[in-house]
């Protein structure tokens, strides 16, 4: 398991916001060169982005290019595939097709270069399932939530209650595939309280991280996503108490008064799988 709790977007265009990329808590990041770079800077800035990836470390480093239809999309997905991030970052995934046409396309690519494919527009939701399943090479799903509440003419108001069926749509395909799924981003980088409650409840809805546009958001982000002391401490007792039970010949125990089964054992081992990734080196 990798962890992928704050996902941060960083400009292409700018050379010491990706310097500072490398200070960083961010457990991934995004290099841009979509919507933060101006078409006059579209070319400057995939050189500057592509020779970047592998300056920092471990870390998880993806290029955002440009989508299909637009003049750059072709040379950033040739340059992207050579430069050989983790993954590559591609805007408006809406069908199998342009799944298998991104991957054709990133042939070149090391085996270690996934395709994390952005979901943000009404059609995408739609056909989420197939698009997570359309290839292999196909890790994460990334929901843009702008665009989508654009394309949907839906209000952006706190508790994002229009959006909230798209959203379970996309994690259930998420789910049902076995791919990473990220919340999208929080505009008010000033609203600390509003960012805090998006968090948990992306958190809640099943995502596994969130989408940032800020570093300030990169602490209260893995903390929101990161499991807490006790509940790493309560998995922990699930685990013990279960097999216990198994040693004893019941199917079933109960830890603070509840009844756990196998499917609770299950999500205290995950809980406890994030909390070793978070805190190995």
């Known amino acids: 398991m990798r962890p992928r709790?704050?996902?941060l977007y960083m400009p292409g265009a700018n050379e010491r916001a990706l310097e500072k990329a490398r200070t960083l808590p961010a457990?991934?990041?995004?290099?841009?060169l979509e919507d933060a770079v101006a078409p006059d800077a579209k070319v400057d800035a995939r050189e500057r982005v592509c020779a970047a990836v592998g300056s920092y470390g471990s870390r998880e480093v993806t290029i955002r290019v440009n989508g299909a239809g637009t003049p750059w999309h072709a040379d950033d997905l040739r340059a992207a595939g050579e430069a050989g991030p983790s993954a590559v970052v591609v805007p408006k995934v809406n069908s199998v097709d342009e799944v298998h046409a991104i991957e054709k396309a990133?042939?070149?690519?090391?085996?270690?270069t996934a395709i994390w494919?952005?979901?943000e527009t009404p059609v995408a939701v739609l056909n989420c399932a197939s698009i997570a399943a359309a290839s292999e090479r196909l890790t994460v799903l990334v929901m843009g939530t702008n665009d989508l509440a654009k394309e949907m003419t839906a209000a952006q108001v706190p508790g994002r209650a229009p959006l909230l069926g798209p959203l379970s749509t996309c994690v259930l395909a998420a789910r049902a595939t076995g791919r990473v799924i990220l919340d999208g981003v929080y505009n008010d980088v000033r609203d600390a309280a509003g960012f805090a409650a998006e968090c948990r409840q992306g958190r809640d809805f099943g995502f596994d991280g969130k989408t940032l546009i800020h570093p300030s958001q990169v602490e209260p982000c893995n903390e929101a996503f990161a499991p807490s002391a006790d509940e790493v401490e309560h998995a922990h007792r699930v685990i013990a108490a279960f097999e216990e039970a198994?040693?004893?010949g019941r199917g079933v125990a109960t830890v603070d008064g509840r009844?756990?089964?196998n499917l609770h054992v299950a999500?205290?081992?995950?809980?406890?799988a994030l909390a070793a990734a978070i805190t190995r080196p």
Do not use: F, G, Q
């Open 259 to 261: 009844m756990i089964e």
């Open 117 to 119: 494919a952005m979901i």
């Open 27 to 32: 457990d991934a990041l995004i290099l841009d």
């Open 106 to 112: 990133l042939s070149h690519a090391p085996d270690h």
């Open 246 to 248: 198994t040693r004893e």
């Open 267 to 272: 999500n205290a081992e995950r809980t406890l």
């Open 5 to 7: 709790r704050s996902v």
